[in-house]
């Protein structure tokens, strides 16, 4: 059977790139297409794959521009390819419209991990849309790709509400794969708490930063970014209780949970969230706004706690509840089991059918 799967694009690595992974583990012998390709993405998270078998736009120099200009032109490109020697397509989308391929014989899957959020109003337009009035085209021929289509799964049920609201179609939610380590490492003194995260303006990070920075508790914020005007403001927080340790290899991930009190998420209407569900797995109880995909995975006072108002106050007020909470490390570690890679598999393999 051949296989193809059609991502956004590989120009930082964050949970679509987790279900990236999982989807080639499921297919080894597929083909990969993808607006554009970091190479140190691929040489760090997919060194195992072939070159050969990844494609990409044939427009190199676009691959550092706007995303806005990306995102304009990547319906167009991508109606260009032809797939119809494959067997079955798995498209793995959020802003950058890979799921608007052209398919006619294959069986196509549409994986939604977003619908384009600036282009339906879910969150402040690109500069660009200020200027060229391609918003309007962009939605119709969005809403157009995912009507003609039976086989869409969502990551969520939020993800699922919103694609029946916008769009108008039906989904199945199957979450995305969650790694589990074989077993957990607790220290016995906590030291810090944890964020782990793309360092994007979407996530929200200054929030914890100025609660961190005002209760005088330590926070390590591990990740990496790409838009390095953010980069630069978010640098700035540094202080002796906030610290960016940068990106922080799957094999070291471990021992910086261990000491942890808790992971902070302070993204708001979040579409799923991988990265919650990971500290579980290592243990770590879940700080989060009450919104989005974490309403369906986050239990209060038995894998977290929530805050409802999006200010400082109210993290804040939450971080208190939390440290005055006794969480249980090995209930934590069994309820991230039903987010790992094996249901995930199971639930995708049963609903293509092969």
Same mark, same amino acid.
């Given at each position: 059977?051949?296989?193809?799967?059609?991502?956004?694009?590989?120009?930082?690595?964050?949970?679509?790139?987790?279900?990236?992974?999982?989807?080639?583990?499921?297919?080894?012998?597929?083909?990969?297409?993808?607006?554009?390709?970091?190479?140190?993405?691929?040489?760090?998270?997919?060194?195992?794959?072939?070159?050969?078998?990844?494609?990409?736009?044939?427009?190199?120099?676009?691959?550092?521009?706007?995303?806005?200009?990306?995102?304009?032109?990547?319906?167009?490109?991508?109606?260009?390819?032809?797939?119809?020697?494959?067997?079955?397509?798995?498209?793995?989308?959020?802003?950058?419209?890979?799921?608007?391929?052209?398919?006619?014989? !294959?069986?196509?899957?549409?994986?939604?991990?977003?619908?384009?959020?600036?282009?339906?109003?879910?969150?402040?337009?690109?500069?660009?849309?200020?200027?060229? !009035?391609?918003?309007?085209?962009?939605?119709?021929?969005?809403?157009?790709?995912?009507?003609?289509?039976?086989?869409?799964?969502?990551?969520?049920?939020?993800?699922?509400?919103?694609?029946?609201?916008?769009?108008?179609?039906?989904?199945?939610?199957?979450?995305?794969?969650?790694?589990?380590?074989?077993?957990?490492?607790?220290?016995?003194?906590?030291?810090?708490?944890?964020?782990?995260?793309?360092?994007?303006?979407?996530?929200?990070?200054?929030?914890?930063?100025?609660?961190?920075?005002?209760?005088?508790?330590?926070?390590?914020?591990?990740?990496?970014?790409?838009?390095?005007?953010?980069?630069?403001?978010?640098?700035?927080?540094?202080?002796?209780?906030?610290?960016?340790?940068?990106?922080?290899?799957?094999?070291?991930?471990?021992?910086?949970?261990?000491?942890?009190?808790?992971?902070?998420?302070?993204?708001?209407?979040?579409?799923?969230?991988?990265?919650?569900?990971?500290?579980?797995?290592?243990?770590?109880?879940?700080?989060?706004?009450?919104?989005?995909?974490?309403?369906?995975?986050?239990?209060?006072?038995?894998?977290?706690?929530?805050?409802?108002?999006?200010?400082?106050?109210?993290?804040?007020?939450?971080?208190?509840?939390?440290?005055?909470?006794?969480?249980?490390?090995?209930?934590?570690?069994?309820?991230?089991?039903?987010?790992?890679?094996?249901?995930?598999?199971?639930?995708?393999?049963?609903?293509?059918?092969?």
């Amino acid at each position: 059977m051949k296989c193809a799967i059609i991502h956004d694009s590989l120009l930082e690595f964050g949970g679509a790139e987790r279900v990236l992974q999982s989807l080639l583990k499921m297919y080894p012998n597929a083909d990969l297409y993808t607006s554009f390709a970091d190479n140190s993405i691929l040489n760090m998270f997919f060194s195992n794959f072939p070159r050969n078998r990844i494609h990409t736009f044939p427009f190199p120099f676009l691959s550092r521009s706007k995303t806005s200009i990306i995102q304009m032109i990547s319906p167009f490109i991508w109606k260009q390819y032809s797939f119809e020697k494959y067997d079955i397509v798995i498209s793995s989308s959020s802003a950058l419209f890979s799921n608007s391929i052209k398919v006619v014989r !294959p069986k196509h899957i549409q994986y939604i991990h977003s619908i384009p959020k600036n282009i339906f109003g879910l969150s402040p337009q690109k500069r660009l849309q200020k200027y060229i !009035p391609y918003t309007n085209y962009l939605r119709k021929f969005y809403i157009s790709s995912t009507q003609g289509n039976t086989n869409i799964v969502a990551n969520s049920c939020y993800t699922q509400q919103i694609l029946f609201k916008k769009c108008l179609v039906q989904s199945t939610v199957i979450y995305p794969p969650v790694r589990i380590p074989k077993n957990i490492i607790i220290k016995s003194i906590p030291k810090y708490f944890l964020i782990v995260s793309r360092l994007d303006r979407t996530k929200g990070l200054e929030l914890a930063i100025h609660a961190a920075t005002k209760m005088k508790i330590f926070l390590k914020i591990a990740g990496k970014g790409i838009d390095k005007a953010y980069l630069k403001e978010l640098y700035q927080y540094t202080n002796k209780y906030v610290e960016f340790i940068g990106f922080v290899p799957e094999s070291d991930l471990g021992k910086l949970y261990s000491s942890s009190y808790a992971f902070i998420m302070t993204a708001k209407n979040e579409d799923f969230g991988i990265a919650p569900i990971e500290a579980m797995a290592h243990g770590i109880p879940v700080i989060a706004h009450y919104s989005g995909g974490l309403k369906e995975t986050i239990i209060p006072s038995k894998t977290g706690v929530f805050f409802y108002e999006y200010s400082t106050k109210a993290l804040s007020h939450a971080i208190n509840i939390l440290l005055k909470t006794s969480f249980d490390h090995n209930t934590l570690y069994r309820y991230s089991k039903k987010f790992g890679y094996n249901t995930f598999s199971r639930k995708l393999f049963h609903f293509i059918g092969y």
